[in-house]
């Protein structure tokens, strides 16, 4: 049937529809390299269909609103995104660190990992638009062993209307838990002997 012998709702509808698909279809699945243990020594392909692409968006889109809705739904984007590459690279066990170990198992993930891993998926966010608030940064250390603090690194955000820096560091929780979340000068300041 032609489309304009559509009543003007339904024909409103078939548009919206077909549009929601055609957004659908332009997300072309993405296969990237997840770190894992311990310093890269192991890097799994975990692939995004369209559709895990889509639940990223719509994940990034509940935070639209301010730069603090944002980070909480960056928390989330992590928190989905360790679940889906902990079930496909065997690493879901991954516990919790606050300390070093000199004999880490390979099935850990350590801070080099995880920065690698939540900087890749930041960018992946930035590079699809869907960060409004912020942009992917470089990645942070601190720590020097002489200042009597482990070396620890973390990926980083930039808030664009401030452009401050903000953490987000996924190493110091278990996998899939929400990465701590907090402005670089203060992440800075802390360590100690904990990471």
């Not at 894992?36 to 994940?59: E, Q, T």
């Not at 980083?156 to 560091?169: M, Q």
Request: aromatic share 8%; hydrophobic share 40%; net charge positive.
């Amino acid at each position: 049937m032609p489309l304009k012998r559509v009543p003007g709702t339904l024909a409103a509808l078939l548009v919206l529809a077909w549009a929601g698909h055609a957004a659908a279809e332009s997300l072309a699945q993405v296969k990237i390299r997840y770190c894992h243990g311990y310093g890269c020594k192991m890097r799994s392909p975990v692939i995004f269909s369209s559709g895990d692409l889509l639940a990223l968006k719509r994940i990034l889109d509940g935070g639209k609103a301010s730069p603090a809705a944002e980070r909480a739904a960056i928390s989330r984007a992590d928190q989905w995104y360790e679940r889906k590459a902990g079930a496909a690279t065997g690493t879901s066990k991954d516990g919790a660190k606050d300390t070093y170990e000199l004999f880490t198992p390979l099935s850990e993930i350590d801070c080099v990992d995880e920065t690698v891993n939540t900087t890749t998926l930041l960018e992946l966010l930035d590079r699809h638009g869907w960060l409004r608030h912020h942009k992917a940064g470089r990645p942070a250390n601190r720590g020097f062993l002489i200042d009597g603090r482990y070396p620890h690194n973390t990926a980083t955000i930039i808030e664009k209307a401030s452009g401050r820096r903000w953490v987000v560091d996924s190493w110091v929780r278990a996998n899939a838990e929400p990465p701590d979340i907090k402005p670089l000068d203060v992440w800075k300041r802390e360590g100690g002997r904990r990471g």
